[in-house]
C-alpha cells in the first residue's frame, strides 16, 4: 500500500475537490442558518430573490474578471443548466420551508439521505465503480444519521417529508453537475443556478407576494406565502451575507464535483451536520442530546475514514474507472 504522493496531479485534484465541498459546506450552513433566523418576519421567496441578487453581484464582479471574463458564461449545453437550476431550486425551496418549523440539525440530518442517492445514481447514471471500504464509510455515515433522528419520534411528522423530497432533488442537481463538469467551469454552473432562482423567486413574488393566503399558522405555509415587506435596517448585513455565502458555497461545491468522481465528494457533505449543530446551539439554543452527539461521531468518522481511505489509495489507481 503507497502513501499519497504530494506530486501526483490526479491525486492532488481528488484532494482540492474535497477541500472544495468542506469550503462550501461552511458557507451553505451559514447560508441555512441565516434563512432560519429570517423565516419568522419575511416570505421565503423574497429572501430568496434579495440573496440571489447578491450572490449574482459577487459572481459578476468580483469573480467572473478572475475567470476569463463574461465569455465564461457562453455554453451550447443551456437546458442541461435549466433542469440543474430547477432542481436546485426544488433542493433549496423544500429544505428552508422545512427550516421554518423544525431544528436546523433535525432538517440537515434528514437531507443527508442524499450522499446516499448520489452515491447510487454515479454507479446507475455515471458508470462509477464503488469499492467495498467506500460503501461501508458512506454506511457508518448514514447510520449516524439514523441515530439522530430516531425513527418514530417528532422527526417524522409530515414537514420532514420535504427535506427528504429535497434530498432526492439535490441528488440529481450532484449527478448532472458530474454531467456539465467536463465542459462546464465552476463559474458557469454557478452563474445558471443564480438566474434560475431569480427567476422562480420572482414568479412566487408575483403569485403569492401579496400575502392573501399567509396567516394559515402553520410556519412552513407562512413562510412560502407570506407578504413581502421592505426588510429592516439590521437585517440587511444578514441578506447580504446570505448572498455571499451563497455565491462562494455554490461556486466550490461545483469545483469539488468538477475535480472528483460524486461517490468521493458526496459523503464529504457530513461536515454539514456537525455545522448545523453548532449554528442550533449558539443562534437557536437547540441543544443536541447524548443520542444525537452519537450520530454526529459516527458521520464524522464515516467522513475521516474517507479521508484516511483517500490517503491511503495513493497512487493505486489503476485506470480513470477504477475506484476504491
Sequence with gaps: MTTLDPTNAEARTRIIGVLCIVGGMLFFSLNDMGIKFLSGAYALHQVVL???????????AFVMPLQGGFSGLRTRRLRVHLLRGVFVVLANMLFFVALAAMPLAEAVAISFVSPLLITALSVLLLGEMVG?????????GLLGVLVILRPG?????????LPLLGAVAYAMVNILTRRL???ESAVTLAFYIQITFVAVSAAMGLGVGHGRYAGTGDAS???LLRAWIWPEPGDWPILAMLGVSAAIGSL????????????LAAPFEYTAMPLAVFWGVVVFGDWPDPVSWTGIALILAGGLYLIWRETRRGLETEGPRARR
Design 132 to 140: 467495498p471500504r467506500r460503501w461501508l464509510a458512506v454506511g457508518i
Design 50 to 60: 434579495i440573496r440571489t441578487l447578491i450572490a449574482l453581484t459577487v459572481l459578476l
Design 221 to 223: 405555509l407562512d413562510f
Design 153 to 161: 419520534t417528532e422527526a417524522f411528522r409530515p414537514v420532514a417529508i
Design 181 to 183: 463538469g467536463g465542459t
Design 252 to 263: 466550490l461545491v461545483a469545483q469539488g464535483y468538477r475535480l472528483c468522481e460524486a461517490a
